[in-house]
């Protein structure tokens, strides 16, 4: 069949096995045995779980679990899984905790377990009344909430508070309402977003408008995690070491360019214990980089300073919207096991650890930029991908990564021509 009569219109995909599926996709991709084999071995996941959490499912994709070790977060040891695809974030934290845990390792807080849902409300000519007309309903708005979730109020969560905004916009002023609710142990999108659609029409009624969404919202900025910790300047190679590290705070506090990288080191860490949890790594992105421009400029998630001892001060604060209830932390095995070596039982517990490992990740990354250059490490763990991507196996990928960091040339092209030198004798 030439390409142009290929369709994805592919009827009764979403109700065929996953089996089923992989065999229609192989075909119309032309996928060769080692392909299908590949998509079609079972990872460490029940094919049938995977295929009731999304749709379409034909396969599962394995992401290395490391362990960072030297974690301490209010006087507790951790030991901290992150699921992640690059090379040296791990390593990172426990170079970062290392250099800290005999000084006390974290301290961390929360600010809370709130979580925001807007109402958007457009089409009424009286913005102000309207508002008002909303506020007024707030013992009528608490109840219709936790009448949603009764299982949450017993749990000590529920309704919290209510905002409602006026805010400009091209179509004309808008009246967001918004549902603070504390969601407890969940993360709390399905709860807070059921109260919204509830809650919708009701104010409807109240101002004469049409409401159009009804979602949460991501910049969870009352659900914030905090985390602190000394780094004494003995243990970090001495004051040119920490100056270095200043300057490039500096740099990234003060420049957007070099705050998305800056921010995106964070994000390494946090997303890896996000995904190894089974939360929403996406939620706590999107909130992450929000946070970051809150004040109409995006910065840096961190702030690095010297203490009156000569030592270096570093801290976090960022939206932490995790739980362990409900979504994949609480039906995928691995993500349970992942808690279970944590040792957490509240959703805070969680997204103080989290917090702490973003600050241990940037305390990384500025070290190795402001001192040797991220590439150097960051080099020879690549190497061992770059040597099994050239077909190295077994004890050849050690031999091979160690020949490539030693010429300084850690290429594909490079490592075939060497394994081919290695294999011939
Ligand atoms: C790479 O994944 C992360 C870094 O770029 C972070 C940073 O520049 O701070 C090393």
Same mark, same amino acid.
């Given at each position: &069949?030439?390409?142009?009569?290929?369709?994805?219109?592919?009827?009764?995909? /979403?109700?065929?096995? @996953?089996?089923?599926?992989?065999?229609?996709?192989? *075909?119309?991709?032309?996928?060769?045995?080692?392909?299908?084999?590949?998509?079609?071995?079972?990872?460490?996941?029940?094919?049938?779980?995977?295929?009731?959490?999304?749709?379409?499912?034909?396969?599962?994709?394995?992401?290395?679990?490391?362990?960072?070790?030297?974690?301490?977060?209010?006087?507790?040891?951790?030991?901290?899984?992150?699921? @992640?695809?690059?090379?040296?974030?791990?390593?990172?934290?426990?170079?970062?905790?290392?250099?800290? +845990?005999?000084? $006390?390792?974290?301290?961390?807080?929360?600010?809370? @377990?709130?979580?925001?849902?807007?109402?958007?409300?457009?089409?009424?000519?009286?913005?102000?009344?309207?508002?008002?007309?909303?506020?007024?309903?707030?013992?009528?708005?608490?109840? #219709?909430?936790?009448?949603?979730?009764?299982?949450?109020?017993?749990?000590?969560?529920?309704?919290?508070? #209510?905002? =409602?905004?006026?805010?400009?916009?091209?179509?004309?002023?808008?009246?967001?309402? !918004?549902?603070?609710?504390?969601?407890?142990?969940? &993360?709390?999108?399905?709860?807070?977003?059921?109260? *919204?659609?509830?809650? %919708?029409?009701?104010?409807?009624?109240? @101002?004469?408008?049409?409401?159009?969404?009804?979602?949460?919202?991501?910049?969870?900025?009352?659900?914030? *995690?905090?985390?602190?910790?000394?780094?004494?300047?003995?243990?970090?190679?001495?004051?040119?070491?920490?100056?270095?590290?200043?300057?490039?705070?500096?740099?990234?506090?003060?420049?957007?360019?070099?705050?998305?990288? /800056?921010?995106?080191?964070?994000?390494?860490? =946090?997303?890896?214990?996000?995904?190894?949890?089974?939360?929403?790594?996406?939620?706590?992105?999107?909130?992450? +980089?929000?946070?970051?421009?809150?004040?109409?400029?995006?910065?840096?998630?961190?702030?690095?300073? =010297?203490?009156?001892?000569? +030592?270096?001060?570093?801290?976090?604060?960022?939206?932490?919207?995790?739980?362990?209830? $409900?979504?994949?932390?609480?039906? /995928?095995?691995?993500?349970?096991?992942?808690?279970?070596?944590?040792?957490?039982?509240?959703?805070?517990?969680?997204?103080?650890?989290?917090?702490?490992?973003?600050?241990?990740?940037?305390?990384?990354?500025?070290? %190795?930029?402001?001192?040797?250059?991220?590439?150097?490490? +960051?080099?020879?763990? !690549? %190497?061992?991908?770059?040597?099994?991507?050239?077909?190295?196996?077994?004890?050849?990928?050690?031999?091979?990564?160690?020949?490539?960091?030693?010429?300084?040339?850690?290429?594909?092209?490079?490592?075939?021509?060497?394994?081919?030198?290695?294999?011939?004798?």
């Amino acid at each position: &069949m030439s390409l142009s009569n290929l369709t994805s219109r592919i009827s009764g995909f /979403h109700r065929m096995s @996953t089996a089923e599926r992989l065999e229609a996709v192989a *075909a119309f991709a032309g996928l060769d045995e080692a392909s299908r084999a590949q998509l079609a071995a079972p990872g460490n996941i029940d094919p049938h779980l995977a295929d009731h959490m999304i749709e379409n499912v034909v396969a599962t994709l394995a992401i290395p679990i490391g362990v960072a070790t030297n974690m301490r977060v209010d006087g507790r040891d951790v030991l901290v899984p992150m699921a @992640t695809e690059e090379s040296s974030v791990v390593a990172a934290v426990c170079n970062s905790a290392r250099q800290c +845990h005999d000084a $006390g390792g974290f301290t961390t807080s929360v600010s809370g @377990t709130l979580m925001i849902a807007q109402i958007q409300l457009v089409g009424v000519s009286d913005p102000e009344n309207a508002r008002l007309t909303i506020l007024e309903q707030r013992a009528a708005i608490a109840e #219709l909430c936790d009448g949603c979730d009764p299982m949450l109020v017993s749990l000590g969560g529920g309704f919290r508070d #209510l905002e =409602v905004r006026i805010v400009k916009s091209l179509g004309g002023p808008m009246v967001v309402t !918004h549902l603070i609710v504390d969601t407890r142990d969940a &993360m709390g999108a399905n709860t807070v977003n059921t109260m *919204a659609e509830a809650l %919708a029409p009701r104010i409807e009624a109240w @101002t004469g408008g049409k409401v159009f969404l009804r979602i949460l919202s991501n910049l969870a900025d009352r659900r914030l *995690a905090r985390a602190r910790a000394l780094w004494p300047v003995e243990a970090i190679g001495g004051p040119e070491v920490r100056d270095g590290m200043i300057s490039a705070y500096h740099f990234a506090e003060a420049d957007p360019y070099r705050a998305a990288t /800056h921010n995106k080191g964070i994000m390494n860490g =946090v997303s890896a214990v996000v995904l190894a949890t089974g939360n929403d790594t996406r939620a706590v992105e999107a909130g992450a +980089h929000a946070y970051a421009a809150r004040s109409g400029r995006y910065t840096s998630l961190t702030h690095w300073e =010297v203490t009156a001892e000569g +030592h270096l001060a570093g801290s976090i604060e960022l939206p932490m919207p995790v739980g362990l209830v $409900g979504g994949a932390t609480r039906i /995928h095995p691995t993500a349970r096991a992942c808690l279970k070596i944590l040792g957490v039982d509240t959703a805070a517990g969680l997204a103080r650890i989290i917090a702490a490992v973003g600050l241990a990740q940037n305390f990384g990354a500025m070290k %190795a930029l402001a001192t040797t250059g991220i590439q150097k490490g +960051h080099m020879a763990l !690549h %190497a061992n991908n770059v040597a099994i991507a050239a077909g190295a196996v077994g004890a050849e990928v050690a031999r091979l990564a160690a020949i490539l960091v030693e010429r300084r040339q850690v290429r594909q092209d490079v490592a075939a021509a060497e394994l081919a030198r290695m294999r011939a004798g």
